[in-house]
């Protein structure tokens, strides 16, 4: 039945999706290209040459082009004579084609200027197919050469010439230069509506409207448009897009409108210049009529298809996207159909943007530089998308799953039958009286066999650990008490020497911390699961008692309680939970079995947990609270414990690589492994997020440094942003985590959406400490045990900011980073405006940090002041899956 469902669901996404690719590549039907056109701009540079560095064409590449341009142009436009561009009037001329001939005027006008022009009037005499010339390109819309320069340069030539002579600048440079027009013999008019921010169906149309103007504004002088065309890729300007359908589309209306008017024109440009996008930013490679290696963008007669190969693309796309489901769907049959659906809808959207992007940046003209970046983002894309994925799951299993594969069973046992329990207390520098009201609540247990051994490591100041130890012999021969200083090996190394000294009788070891209040029937409740000799594990949650102290820690504990009533219950589905060292209970003999805790590992609940799955042991998760301890204090805390759990995550990941990678050595299972690597994949991701934010910040710089460069000192360089698709995607994953959260809090733990928004705002505070932890766990291996205090004093506003220097140090370059590019390039574009999007949503986490540790330097700020109260359906998710188990048991 399952897979009868999968299939139906498959079938019925793939459709939708082929469609949808159907949908988008409609043919579009376009005037005919002419037979003939009147002109194209030519530069007859390759993929690997550069006039920069005096990379030429060979005059045989030249004569190659103007073969294939024979017979389909009157007449080409050249912009330079340097090099073997010299001989182009020459070989056009050989094939019939006349020739607008240019001359390149740049900032060296020592040498190179003389130089260019002599040679420029020379060739202009010597052959009779050159009509028309150019001296000089936009050089005052680019101020690239002095006015009065320009000018006795033009007058030169129309001394020199027979033919008439002009300079190619924009229309705004003509209506505001006047007395430029009297030096001329003719406007050549650059005009791209693309530059100009115009809707392609708009654009012929403005072409004409600024023909006419500067007819009107100059009659009688005739007007010749030296460039006029859209590119067909490169960033959006306004309501201008750049694509090869716009691209087709511009150019067949223009070329079906122009003979109406007239016009003389030269289409820009017959072959795309891969060696412009240094200078004009990617779109400077891409327009021309022909690709680099001289074929054809688009078809000049028939119908235009956005993407020519469509059934290909889908059709892989479709492949992936069955592959993926099919991964998602594994060891799935608990799912409903609508989580079903879900993931299929998720899959197909990725694999259709996977195959989407590798296939526009495949279309891209590369360089090393390019490739290496491609590579660097196509990485962070799969990266995003595992996340993304990984999310999905976990969204799909915890809100649309119709019955679970391990329910609880709760039994109880006969005192004789209960086994001998050692509780380990482990200790260091504790306040006494906390200590004293642990114990107590120890010494309440209704339980018949149990010892209590509070092992205080390394407390320096008797006055702290004597009372404690008083205290214990007043409690009874079942509480024992050991001093040990020096004692090596931090929390795992005091759980090391309690094994030591427990008693033989006893076959569990319970582990709570020192500031635990537990529940009296929380061994006699959970002690009978270990009845399953294959139990080595039994775990309760963590939980605090302090939890509406103040609004930090009302934060906090929204926060902690998405982990532990929502990652663990999936988690447990697949006997997969993080074990953590408080509320815990291990078979003793398994514990010795597998060589006790890990003294090099600051994470060794969570390491221990997994070596005792990789023996084939079981785990049992109530989600019930039976201890309630006490929260981080302060935001310096909070920070630390969350540093100490992804650090220590990446030392497990480290030993433990061929256990979770490798099928060999471990007996895990593949549900294990799959939640062992995805449930820390977004910490991993948030450490490389650090380094995609530091590149973000150079790149934006970049973009704003070079668009200063060109505007105020001329300096031909772009840095354009990155792609609107790579861009696109920590949007959608930041949205998507971001429904997710507010979907799966309040159907699965209750909470409110004030709650939910603020525990989301608690969590993402912490995103710059993972990113630390992370980055440093990837590179070390012997950071030192971070001990959380129990009741530390709240520090003041300045030194809560100041906790936050890195996180402070980094919003301000990305708020500036947003200013920068927002200014001077402006958010009308899409790819700019995503990309500004991306930077303000890469500045959050920063922000919450700021946020976060500000409230928390305000303890008297309540819970309720923010609106906060206590999350009370923890509770009843453990009744629930009462509920559940007690249904499936008597199906």
């Given at each position: 039945?399952?897979r009868?469902?999968n299939?139906?669901i498959g079938?019925?996404?793939?459709?939708?999706?082929v469609?949808?690719?159907a949908?988008?590549?409609q043919?579009?039907?376009?005037p005919l290209?002419?037979?003939?056109i009147?002109?194209?701009?030519y530069?007859?540079?390759?993929?690997?040459q550069?006039p920069?560095?005096?990379?030429?064409p060979s005059?045989?590449q030249i004569?190659?082009?103007?073969?294939l341009l024979?017979?389909k142009?009157?007449a080409?436009?050249t912009y330079s004579?340097e090099?073997t561009?010299?001989?182009?009037?020459?070989?056009?001329?050989?094939q019939n084609?006349?020739?607008?001939l240019?001359a390149?005027?740049?900032?060296d006008?020592?040498?190179?200027?003389?130089?260019e022009?002599?040679?420029f009037?020379?060739i202009a005499?010597?052959?009779?197919?050159?009509?028309?010339?150019?001296?000089?390109?936009?050089t005052?819309?680019?101020?690239?050469?002095?006015?009065?320069e320009?000018?006795?340069y033009?007058?030169?030539a129309?001394?020199?010439l027979?033919?008439?002579?002009s300079?190619?600048?924009?229309a705004?440079?003509?209506?505001q230069?006047?007395?430029?027009?009297?030096?001329?013999?003719y406007?050549a008019?650059?005009?791209?509506?693309?530059?100009?921010?115009?809707e392609?169906?708009q654009?012929?149309d403005?072409?004409?409207?600024?023909v006419e103007?500067l007819?009107q504004a100059y009659?009688?002088k005739p007007?010749?448009?030296?460039?006029?065309?859209?590119?067909s890729?490169g960033?959006?300007?306004?309501s201008?897009v750049?694509?090869?359908?716009?691209?087709?589309?511009f150019?067949?209306?223009?070329?079906?409108?122009?003979p109406?008017?007239?016009?003389?024109y030269?289409?820009?440009?017959?072959?795309?210049?891969p060696w412009?996008?240094?200078?004009?930013g990617a779109?400077?490679?891409?327009w021309g009529a022909?690709?680099?290696?001289?074929?054809?963008?688009f078809?000049?007669?028939?119908?235009v298809?956005?993407?020519p190969?469509?059934q290909?693309?889908?059709a892989i796309?479709a492949?992936?996207?069955v592959?993926?489901?099919?991964l998602?769907?594994?060891?799935?049959?608990?799912?409903?159909g609508?989580?079903?659906?879900f993931?299929?809808?998720?899959s197909f959207?990725?694999?259709t943007?996977?195959?989407?992007?590798?296939?526009?940046y495949?279309?891209?003209?590369?360089?090393?530089?390019?490739i290496?970046?491609?590579?660097l983002?196509?990485?962070g894309?799969?990266?995003i998308?595992?996340?993304l994925?990984?999310?999905?799951?976990e969204?799909?299993?915890a809100?649309?799953s119709?019955?679970?594969?391990?329910?609880?069973?709760?039994?109880s046992?006969p005192?004789d039958?209960?086994?001998m329990?050692s509780?380990?207390v482990?200790?260091?520098n504790?306040?006494?009286?906390?200590?004293k009201?642990?114990l107590?609540?120890?010494a309440?247990?209704?339980y018949p066999h149990?010892?209590?051994?509070?092992?205080?490591?390394?407390?320096?100041?008797?006055?702290?650990?004597q009372p404690?130890?008083?205290?214990?012999?007043?409690l009874?021969e079942?509480?024992?008490?050991?001093?040990k200083?020096?004692l090596?090996?931090f929390k795992a190394?005091?759980l090391?020497?309690g094994?030591q000294?427990?008693s033989?009788d006893a076959?569990?070891i319970?582990?709570?911390?020192?500031?635990y209040?537990?529940?009296p029937?929380?061994?006699r409740d959970?002690?009978p699961?270990?009845?399953d000799p294959k139990?080595a594990?039994?775990q309760?949650p963590?939980?605090y008692?302090?939890?509406?102290?103040?609004?930090?820690?009302?934060m906090?504990?929204?926060?902690?309680?998405?982990?532990?009533?929502?990652?663990?219950l999936?988690?447990n589905e697949?006997n997969a939970?993080i074990?953590?060292?408080?509320?815990?209970?291990?078979?003793?003999?398994?514990l010795?079995?597998?060589?006790?805790?890990a003294?090099?590992?600051?994470?060794?609940?969570?390491e221990l947990?997994?070596?005792?799955?990789?023996?084939?042991y079981?785990?049992h998760y109530?989600p019930?609270?039976?201890g309630?301890?006490?929260m981080p204090?302060?935001f310096?805390d909070y920070k630390?414990q969350?540093?100490r759990?992804?650090?220590?995550?990446?030392q497990?990941?480290?030993?433990?690589?061929r256990?979770?990678?490798?099928?060999?050595d471990s007996?895990?299972?593949?549900?294990?492994?799959?939640h062992?690597?995805a449930?820390?994949l977004?910490?991993?991701?948030?450490?490389?997020?650090?380094i995609?934010?530091?590149?973000?910040i150079?790149?934006?710089g970049?973009?704003?440094?070079a668009?200063?460069?060109?505007?105020h000192?001329g300096?031909?360089?772009t840095?354009?942003?990155p792609?609107?698709?790579?861009?696109?995607?920590?949007v959608?994953l930041?949205?998507?985590k971001?429904?997710?959260?507010?979907?799966?809090?309040k159907?699965?733990?209750?909470a409110?959406?004030i709650?939910?928004?603020?525990?989301?705002?608690?969590?993402?505070?912490?995103a710059?400490?993972?990113s630390?932890?992370?980055?440093?766990?990837?590179?070390?291996?012997?950071?030192?045990?971070?001990?959380?205090?129990k009741?530390?004093?709240?520090?003041?506003l300045?030194?809560a900011i100041a906790?936050a220097r890195e996180?402070l140090?980094?919003?301000i370059a990305l708020?500036?980073?947003?200013?920068?590019?927002?200014?001077?390039y402006?958010?009308?574009s899409?790819?700019i405006?995503?990309?500004?999007?991306?930077?303000?949503i890469q500045?959050?986490?920063?922000?919450?940090?700021l946020?976060?540790?500000?409230?928390?330097?305000?303890?008297?700020?309540?819970a309720?002041?923010?609106?906060l109260?206590?999350i009370?359906?923890?509770?009843?998710?453990?009744?629930?899956?009462?509920?559940?188990?007690?249904?499936q048991d008597n199906?």
């Open positions: 039945m399952h009868l469902t299939l139906i079938i019925a996404v793939t459709i939708i999706s469609s949808m690719w949908y988008i590549n043919p579009q039907e376009l290209w002419p037979d003939r009147t002109g194209f701009a530069s007859p540079y390759h993929a690997d550069d920069r560095e005096q990379l030429y005059e045989e004569s190659q082009d103007l073969q024979s017979g142009v009157k080409i436009r004579v090099g561009l010299a001989a182009i009037p020459r070989l056009a001329r050989e084609i006349y020739v607008c240019g390149y005027l740049s900032r006008t020592a040498e190179r200027n003389p130089q022009f002599q040679q009037l020379e005499k010597g052959n009779r197919n050159v009509v028309r010339a150019i001296v000089g390109n936009e005052q819309t680019l101020n690239t050469l002095d006015y009065e320009l000018i006795t033009l007058d030169q129309r001394k020199a027979r033919i008439p002579v300079t190619a600048e924009s705004r440079v003509w209506h230069r006047p007395d430029l027009v009297k030096h001329v013999d406007i008019l650059q005009i791209l509506p693309y530059w100009e921010g115009k392609v169906n654009a012929v403005y072409v004409f409207n600024e103007g007819k009659p009688g007007v010749i448009i030296s460039e006029v065309g859209w590119p890729r960033r959006d300007r306004n201008a750049a694509s090869v359908t716009n691209e087709a589309t150019l067949r209306q223009f070329l079906s409108k122009a109406e008017h007239g016009y003389i030269y289409l820009m440009e017959a072959f795309d210049q412009k996008a240094d200078i004009e779109v400077g490679a891409y022909y690709d680099v290696k001289r074929q054809p963008k078809e000049f007669i028939q119908p298809i956005p993407v190969q469509w290909l693309l889908a796309s492949v992936l996207a592959i993926t489901f099919g998602l769907l594994i060891d799935g049959k608990t799912l409903h609508r989580g079903r659906s993931l299929a809808v998720v959207l990725a694999a943007l996977i195959v989407w992007i590798v296939y526009d495949s279309s891209l003209y590369q360089s090393l530089g390019s290496i970046i491609g590579l983002m196509v990485v894309m799969i990266g998308l595992l996340v994925l990984a999310e999905a799951h969204w799909a299993e809100s649309w119709r019955e679970r594969r391990r329910y609880l069973r709760l039994t046992l005192d039958q209960l086994p329990v509780i380990h482990p200790a260091y504790e306040p006494p009286e906390m200590l009201r642990t107590n609540a120890l309440r247990l209704d149990f010892e209590v051994l509070l092992l205080d490591n390394n407390t320096p100041d008797p006055d702290t650990w404690v130890e008083a205290h214990c012999k007043t009874g079942r509480f024992r008490f050991f001093h200083s020096p090596a090996g190394g005091a090391n020497f094994l000294q427990t033989p076959e569990i319970a582990v709570i911390d020192s500031d209040i537990v529940d029937r929380w061994l959970l002690l699961q270990f009845s139990v594990i039994v309760a963590q939980d008692s302090d939890g509406c102290q103040s609004a930090f820690k009302a906090c504990y929204s926060e902690y309680s998405g982990f532990f009533y929502i990652g663990m999936t988690r697949r939970i074990q953590h060292g408080t509320m815990t209970m291990v078979r003793k003999g398994v010795e079995q597998v060589g006790g805790w003294e090099w590992c600051i994470t060794e609940d969570a947990g997994l070596r005792i799955f990789e023996q084939g079981e785990a109530i019930r609270s039976y309630r301890g006490v204090d302060t310096i630390k969350r540093f759990w992804a650090y220590g995550a990446i497990i990941l480290k030993r433990h690589a256990s979770l990678f490798s099928w060999r007996r895990l299972s593949a549900g294990q492994r799959y062992f690597i449930g820390w977004p910490w991993l991701a948030d450490g490389f997020n650090l995609f934010n530091l590149a973000a150079i790149w934006s970049a973009m704003v440094g668009y200063l460069l060109k505007e000192y300096v031909a360089i840095v354009d942003p792609m609107l698709l790579f861009s696109l995607l920590p959608l930041f949205f998507f971001a429904a997710k959260l507010i979907y799966i809090y159907r699965r733990i209750g409110t959406t709650q939910t928004l603020l525990g989301g705002l608690a969590g993402l505070s912490l710059h400490t993972i630390r932890a992370v980055l440093q766990g990837l590179f070390t291996s012997g950071m030192p045990f971070i001990r959380t205090p009741l530390a004093s709240h520090s003041g300045a030194s906790s996180e140090l980094l919003l708020l500036l980073s947003i200013y920068g590019v927002a200014a001077t402006g958010i009308e899409a790819d405006l995503f990309w500004v999007a991306v930077l303000v500045s959050l986490s920063y922000l919450a940090t946020v976060v540790a500000t409230i928390a330097a305000m303890p008297d700020w309540s309720r002041f923010i609106g109260r206590e009370e359906r923890p509770e009843r998710v453990y009744e629930e899956i009462l509920a559940t188990s007690s249904a199906s």
